[in-house]
């Protein structure tokens, strides 16, 4: 959704995390947000020395589960694996 011209009132959550220090970011997104990603990928950029991150998660839909995000708890519990994977290399 576009905010002020440049921006999208995704800008705003994701601003306040990296200000507040907060620098490996997941964003979970649904259906038809392509804009969305490129929106993203060309505005929040960190370099490699901080290990910070904007990545994206889509919805996927396999052979064994066909299904869309049921809400907020049904995508973070479908990408477990992702943040999982960070806490254990982060400690």
């Known amino acids: 959704?576009?905010?002020?011209?440049?921006?999208?009132l995704v800008d705003i959550p994701i601003s306040n995390c990296i200000n507040s220090?907060?620098?490996?970011?997941y964003l979970l997104t649904q259906f038809l947000s392509a804009?969305?990603?490129?929106?993203v990928y060309g505005s929040f950029k960190f370099d490699h020395f901080s290990r910070g991150f904007v990545e994206i998660l889509?919805?996927?839909q396999t052979a064994t589960d066909e299904?869309?995000?049921q809400g907020t708890a049904d995508a973070v519990r479908?990408?477990?694996?992702?943040f999982r994977g960070w806490t254990s290399?982060?400690?």
């Open 89 to 91: 290399i982060t400690r």
């Open 67 to 69: 299904s869309w995000y």
């Open 78 to 82: 479908k990408n477990l694996v992702h």
């Open 58 to 60: 889509a919805a996927e």
């Open 35 to 39: 804009s969305l990603h490129r929106h």
């Open 21 to 25: 220090g907060v620098r490996r970011i």
């Open 1 to 8: 959704m576009p905010l002020a011209g440049k921006y999208r």
